[in-house]
């Protein structure tokens, strides 16, 4: 696939702008569902994934390779979703969203007791379900570092060169991310004290 | 332990480290079960569903794309060739059509003008369009289309006269056939139809095409003095 990305670049460098839908033919189910995990819902995802590529049709003369395509394409729709989150968090007065991240950044107390079921035994599509869930209401940075890594299996490396963070700092965050979804899955897990979720 | 859990995920404990850990894991339930807890989050990460990109996407992508490429290369524009004059209409049995009417104006002023965007008229009298040319120097061209599919909704047309903005010039719907009026200056125009907001036809009775870098073909119209 790598080895026939290049070959297409190619082919759309040389000015073969139909070859072009080969490449978004080949990505768009990653970049989709990637943005889809970061924004929430699907026609922002959408919106995001075609500007994305759009972008990348833009820049594409001058791709030199140093990264690949995919890995390229994916850097784009992170900064998008990023973009989008910054906006909303302007916009909106009130979200779950907001309130979570506030909470990590100003040091609040993040209650994650209502995600809990009481019940001992749920069903693994049911815990799916509550992970999905809690996973929409992490904050942006968070939910960012689980999807890519924990999901999308993205090193951290990657990560940290597609968005200029460190990778330390990205362990942080994937750390308590995954403190964050154990809670929400987890009838009895203990309270999530303040200071283990400042980002 | 928060710490050694974290480097254990992340893979970052050495071998003395990642023994001292599990050998705490071991003799700790407590330790042992949040430990299975941390894993299956991320068992159940890696279990989520994969959305697929919506039917259609990579269309809707490439759409844009073409779009973009039309207002970035932009067609040559020739200010004065051939006049276009009379009609050109093939009939109601033909599926689709374009015509295109030219009405003459007296004395033109302006005949050196660049040429800017169409003005779009869709209600407007012969009368009032040769007065209105004669005094501008543009012409009145008519554009009317006739899609194969009739559960079609919505119809633009797309071209260097409106910066190929895709919304600029919608055509009106009057008895299966959609049109509008177009004010051009004297010009080689290119354009194409868009049907719903997602699918670009070449005008299939345009006497002239160019081919548009994307397997398909603009019409070319040509607007003389």
Redesign the interface.
């Known amino acids: 696939m790598i080895d026939q990305d290049e070959q297409i670049v190619r082919a759309v460098q040389a000015?073969r702008?139909?070859a072009?839908?080969e490449l978004?033919?080949r990505h768009?189910?990653r970049?989709?569902?990637i943005l889809?995990r970061l924004v929430g819902d699907?026609d922002t995802a959408?919106e995001l994934?075609?500007e994305a590529?759009?972008r990348a049709?833009?820049g594409i003369g001058g791709f030199q390779g140093q990264a690949l395509f995919g890995t390229w394409l994916v850097q784009i729709a992170i900064h998008l979703a990023r973009d989008r989150m910054r906006e909303r968090r302007r916009s909106r007065t009130v979200s779950l969203d907001e309130l979570l991240e506030r909470s990590a950044d100003d040091s609040v107390l993040v209650d994650t007791r209502f995600r809990r079921d009481q019940l001992s035994e749920v069903s693994?599509n049911d815990?799916?379900k509550r992970?999905?869930a809690a996973?929409g209401g992490l904050p942006p940075s968070y939910r960012e570092v689980?999807v890519l890594h924990?999901?999308e299996d993205v090193p951290?490396e990657e990560i940290a060169s597609m968005t200029g963070d460190s990778v330390g700092s990205l362990?942080?965050r994937?750390?308590r991310a995954?403190k964050l979804?154990?809670e929400a899955?987890?009838p009895d897990?203990e309270f999530v004290a303040p200071e283990?979720v400042t980002d | 332990m928060d710490a050694l859990f974290a480097r254990y995920f992340d893979g970052d404990l050495n071998d003395r480290e990642a023994r001292e850990f599990l050998e705490a894991i071991a003799v700790d339930p407590r330790l042992e079960k949040e430990l299975r807890e941390f894993e299956r989050v991320l068992a159940l990460g890696k279990a989520l569903p994969f959305p697929k990109a919506p039917a259609g996407f990579t269309e809707r992508v490439m759409a844009r794309i073409s779009l973009e490429k039309k207002r970035e290369t932009g067609p040559e524009r020739k200010p004065f060739r051939l006049p276009v004059f009379g009609i050109r209409w093939a009939g109601v049995a033909v599926a689709a059509a374009a015509i295109v009417l030219a009405y003459i104006g007296g004395v033109y002023t302006a005949r050196n003008r660049p040429v800017t965007p169409a003005t779009t008229v869709t209600d407007i009298s012969p009368g009032f369009a040769n007065q209105a040319a004669a005094e501008s120097g543009q012409r009145y061209v008519r554009l009317a289309y006739v899609p194969t599919n009739p559960s079609v909704e919505k119809v633009t047309v797309v071209g260097s006269f409106n910066n190929w903005d895709p919304e600029a010039t919608p055509l009106r719907r009057q008895d299966g056939v959609w049109s509008t009026i177009l004010v051009l200056a004297p010009g080689n125009y290119e354009y194409m139809f868009f049907e719903n907001g997602a699918r670009w036809v070449t005008d299939p009775l345009a006497v002239q095409t160019r081919d548009d870098g994307f397997g398909g073909s603009n019409a070319v119209l040509e607007v003389g003095t």
């Open positions: 000015g702008t139909e072009f839908a978004v033919s768009k189910d970049v989709y569902a889809l699907p959408e994934a075609q590529f759009v049709w833009r693994d815990m799916m992970l999905e996973l689980f924990h999901i951290y362990k942080v994937a750390h995954r979804l154990r899955i987890s897990a283990d």
